[in-house]
């Protein structure tokens, strides 16, 4: 029997996740100056946001600063859903930041609050395809917005809670 979600497996992939992880984790970290790194609680939204086609290209078309205040401002349909698709990508973005530590790509800094650093400064693979480009696009965006804004204002924004 043929699996229905077949090609979200393939293409939401954990190795995949780990690597939007990383672009989103390194822009924070860049962001604040390579004081802080990002709040692993924050690591939650990536996934939800990259993986879904209308977020993410809404995101990865704007320029920071205020890259997700622009992306909302032209889309305010993006976050409808965001807290179901967090809590149903929860596993994959565990799989993702367990392979991002495996891999080196990420480290866990066990701060005052957990946070996130990138283990490497290039990236792991360089990619070809437009639609894994914008992605991986949204997800700097979203690390830039995470070092512009306070961890309580994004919450807002985005209309979730932890």
Known sequence: M????FEQQVVQNPGL???ALWHAVGEAYEGKDRTEGMPLL???IVLPLVFHKRSATALASKAKPGALYKAIASDREIILGLQERMQALSD????SLS???STGLLILDHAEEPQ???GRRS?????VTQEVKTLLAASKRIGQAIA???????????NIRF
């Open 92 to 95: 994959r973005t565990l799989q």
């Open 99 to 101: 392979i991002g530590f």
């Open 123 to 127: 990236p792991p693979v360089i990619h």
């Open 148 to 158: 512009e804004l306070p961890k309580a204002q994004i919450s807002t924004h985005l």
């Open 2 to 5: 043929i699996d229905v979600l």
């Open 17 to 19: 996740g780990a690597e």
């Open 116 to 118: 996130l650093i990138p």
């Open 42 to 44: 924050l690591a939650f």
